[in-house]
């Protein structure tokens, strides 16, 4: 499998790959998080199991179950580790360790490495057999409300390593600490090549007219996304360029806020027929790809961001992105070069206005943002990565690491 992305992905990261897979052939690697739909996490996972296995490694993905409760607490959880001041009560971590222990016996956790994604199963480490633990944060957590960080650190500090996406988020710990960008899969029915014919049926069956530029925000109904403020900077746009407006994302389990966002954007959007709102099912990769492929400009104007894969989604594409300078966003907009990033309402419509009037610049940052993200940015990349973190901390303290290279 890993011969299809020879000629796509920097030819470094293949061959230390195949290096990597040598060493660790046939050991076992469990990722486990707590949705398998919805959210790069899931995304990322999907492409990942499959690679992994292809190169001899024997990877497994495990969910855990929870309640609405759970759901309720572990959002909670997620807002006040991105800098919202909330109360999580004893009874309710207590509900989020019962919610692990209940799981610990439904899922084999014997693997040689065990990679435990974000908060929601981060308790199963209490549980832990064997092998190589690591806690792998997706999460903005640059300025954390400190009360809920310090609990959450009663199992953070029983692994043997976190990893964050971008090194400011990397708060002082007692345990080794790495960064590891999320990446994308340039062959995913998301980020492969699409025809003509293929981006005009997906637009179609949108029932988005392609008769003027589109301006699009793709992402989870998150207030941290900000979609109110696109919506806001569209407008001013809209005075003086005649364009349209699409906010796409699909649900997440494991979100149950997600609803209310949403029709707080309906809500504010109703007025205005040129402003689309798509709710998309679960897996509509192909619509997806399309949508990005049709946009004259993309926006991720988050407020707060683990990283926002959806900026290198549609850098990939060649597209001109605006982004908010939020968590793992400037990793990926170079500003003025690959894209821009901006600071407020004002500076999106400012940007987009920009774009809309020099298509030349759009193109020429267009093109340098897929060079940026093939470089650093493509799933092998990742991959590369975690294994590298696993190879290291099992030899740790030896003198000299091997690869054969």
């Known amino acids: 499998m890993i011969t299809k992305y020879h000629g796509i992905s920097p030819n470094g990261d293949l061959l230390l790959l195949q290096r990597l897979s040598k060493v660790l052939y046939g050991r076992s690697f469990l990722h486990v998080n707590s949705t398998r739909e919805g959210g790069g996490v899931a995304e990322i996972l999907q492409r990942m199991i499959p690679i992994l296995q292809s190169l001899g490694i024997d990877a497994r993905w495990e969910v ?7 759901y309720e607490i572990t959002k909670k959880i997620h807002n006040a580790l991105q800098g919202n ?24 956790l014997d693997a040689d490495a065990v990679l435990i994604h974000d908060p929601q199963p981060g308790p199963l480490v209490e549980f832990k057999k064997r092998g190589t633990w690591i806690w792998r944060c997706h999460i903005d957590v640059s300025n954390p409300f400190k009360d809920v960080y310090k609990a959450l650190g009663r199992y953070t500090s029983q692994y043997d390593a976190v990893i964050f996406s971008v090194a400011r988020f990397a708060q002082a710990l007692s345990i080794d600490k790495f960064i590891i960008p999320p990446s994308i899969d340039p062959l995913s029915e998301k980020n492969r090549e699409l025809t003509k014919e293929e981006i005009a049926a997906a637009i179609e069956k949108s029932g988005i007219p392609s008769d003027r530029p589109i301006i699009l925000q793709v992402s989870r109904f998150d207030k941290f996304k900000d979609p109110v403020g696109v919506i806001k900077a569209y407008r001013m746009v809209k005075k003086y360029n005649d364009c349209i407006l699409v906010l796409a994302g699909s649900p997440a389990t494991d979100d149950p806020e997600g609803a209310e966002v949403l029709n707080e954007v309906k809500e504010f959007a109703s007025d205005d027929p040129d402003i689309y709102t798509l709710l998309l099912p679960a897996f509509s990769d192909l ?7 049709a946009a004259t400009v993309v926006l991720q104007k988050s407020l707060k961001e683990g990283f ?12 001109p992105v605006i982004g908010g300078a939020a968590g793992g966003i400037p990793l990926q907009i170079v500003h003025g070069v690959t894209g821009f990033l901006v600071h407020s309402i004002e500076g999106t419509a400012f ?6 009037n020099n298509p030349e610049m759009a193109k020429r940052m267009g093109e340098r943002g897929r060079e940026h993200v093939r470089q650093h940015f493509l799933i092998t990349r990742q991959v590369r990565d975690y294994l590298s973190v696993w190879y290291i901390l099992e030899n740790k303290g030896k003198d000299s690491l091997d690869l054969g290279l």
Do not use: C, Y
Not at 64 to 70: A, M, S
Not at 287 to 293: D, F, H, V
């Open 64 to 70: 855990i179950n929870g309640d609405e409760q759970f």
């Open 85 to 108: 001041k909330e109360i999580i009560t004893k009874e309710m971590w207590e509900h989020h360790f019962e919610i692990n222990k209940k799981n610990a016996p439904n899922i084999d």
């Open 287 to 293: 619509q997806i790809n399309a949508l990005q492929r």
């Open 308 to 319: 926002g894969l959806t900026v290198s989604e549609a850098m990939w594409k060649g597209k």
């Open 351 to 356: 940007r987009i206005r920009q774009f809309l």
